[in-house]
Structures are given as structure tokens and as C-alpha cells.
């Protein structure tokens, strides 16, 4: 199981960096959620998003948008969303 949490799930800031914490209940499947994970990003901007997986359970998940308005993210696992997703956010 994934837990998805973080401010930056339910709104975020243009042109500055949003973030939110990825959780894999057992760590030890971490490796595998991490190659068959996917974080996207939809909404009226170009965004840029990088992962950092810390080795202990946990992934770290940044993203900049370049423009204000409704996003949408999308976190999968194995093609299917984790809960809570799709995350429905604001950007001002």
C-alpha cells in the first residue's frame, strides 16, 4: 500500500517548488514501487517533476508549475491510482 500526503496535494504556488511525501507501507517493496510508480502532472502550464526515493519507506516528490490555475496529479502504481488520487489542486 502507498500513502500519498502533503500541502502540495491540495494547492500549490506557481513558479515555486511544491512538495509532497510518498509513504510505501512496507519498505521493503520500495525498489519494486519505485520502478513501477508514476507521478504526472496535468494543468494549463508546463510543469517539471523530480522523485527522490530516501531508502527507508519514504519518496519525496517535487514539482514546479509555471503557470496559476487547476492542476490535476495522478500518482499509479502498477497503472492503478494510489488513494486520494486524482489529487485536484490549486496553484495561485
Known amino acids: 500500500m502507498i500513502f500519498a500526503t502533503g500541502r502540495a496535494?491540495?494547492?500549490g504556488t506557481a513558479r515555486g517548488q511544491n512538495?509532497?511525501?510518498?509513504f510505501v507501507e512496507n519498505p521493503a517493496d520500495?525498489?519494486?514501487v519505485c520502478l513501477h510508480l508514476d507521478v504526472g502532472i496535468e494543468g494549463p502550464?508546463?510543469?517539471q517533476l523530480?522523485?527522490?526515493n530516501f531508502g527507508n519507506g519514504t519518496i519525496s516528490v517535487n514539482y514546479r508549475v509555471a503557470k496559476e490555475g487547476?492542476?490535476?496529479i495522478n500518482v499509479t502504481?502498477?497503472?492503478k491510482h494510489?488513494?486520494?488520487?486524482?489529487?485536484?489542486i490549486k496553484v495561485r
Not at 19 to 22: A, C, E, I, S
Not at 82 to 88: R, T
Request: aromatic share 14%; no cysteine.
Open 9 to 11: 496535494l491540495r494547492e
Open 19 to 22: 512538495n509532497f511525501k510518498l
Open 30 to 32: 520500495e525498489l519494486d
Open 45 to 47: 502550464g508546463k510543469s
Open 50 to 52: 523530480t522523485t527522490q
Open 70 to 72: 487547476p492542476y490535476i
Open 77 to 79: 502504481y502498477q497503472g
Open 82 to 88: 494510489v488513494a486520494g488520487s486524482p489529487f485536484h
